[in-house]
């Protein structure tokens, strides 16, 4: 399976161990919207537009893939019901709340899952999206880990029109003998 490292922040700008060396100039939470960075103040736009990105690239992804559905594992949500606020609309909290362990979902909705775990970075809840063919792993710091049975290069060149950049790099999820960690996709 290919794999890759999928974000918004430039690999020209990590030392020799991989660090971000940028990291004190750039957001990397949602809750961080109206906070100063290199003098701009970062806006819902600035946020929407990278978010936005992060959404279509899992679709390019699943398109390369001839994907319409992943399955919704590892879920890890908070045991209150979400409430509707500004962050968090509607729709996506009733997608939110109802969604299960196991969960077969469409595109739609999983452009609701990202968002929210997305927006959730820093929250100890999240889930992670696969199938047999593709995973997407959402990871702290707006770091999304994509793998897929095919190279995707024109995935990869979508992506990186948007402005985010993708690396090779197998996810976090994995261990070293490439074994997934939590559960793994049932056919």
């Known amino acids: 399976m290919y794999s890759w490292r999928v974000t918004k922040y430039n690999p020209k700008f ?3 161990t991989g660090s971000y060396t940028r990291a004190d100039e750039e957001w990397y939470l949602y809750s961080q919207i109206g906070s100063i960075y290199n003098g701009v103040k970062f806006s819902y736009g600035d946020y ?3 978010e936005n990105a992060y959404v279509k690239a899992i679709l390019y992804f699943m398109r390369d893939t001839k994907l319409t559905m992943l399955q919704v594992v590892e879920l890890d949500k908070p045991k209150k019901k979400l409430q509707i606020t500004k ?4 729709k996506m909290i009733q997608i939110i709340n109802s969604i299960k362990e196991g969960a077969l979902v469409d595109v739609a909705t999983i452009a609701y899952i990202a968002r929210w775990n997305l927006r959730d970075m820093n929250a100890p809840y999240r889930c992670i999206l696969q199938s047999k063919d593709m995973y997407v792993h959402f990871c702290w710091d707006y770091y999304m880990f994509i793998g897929c049975k095919y190279a995707c ?3 990869i060149g979508q992506t990186e029109e948007l402005g985010l950049f993708v690396e090779p790099m197998k996810s976090p999820y994995f261990n ?3 074994i997934f960690i ?3 996709f049932e056919d």
């Open 14 to 16: 990590r030392d020799h």
């Open 153 to 155: 290069k024109h995935a």
């Open 182 to 184: 939590g559960n793994s």
């Open 48 to 50: 929407k537009k990278v």
């Open 176 to 178: 070293k003998a490439g």
């Open 87 to 90: 962050h968090y609309p509607k």
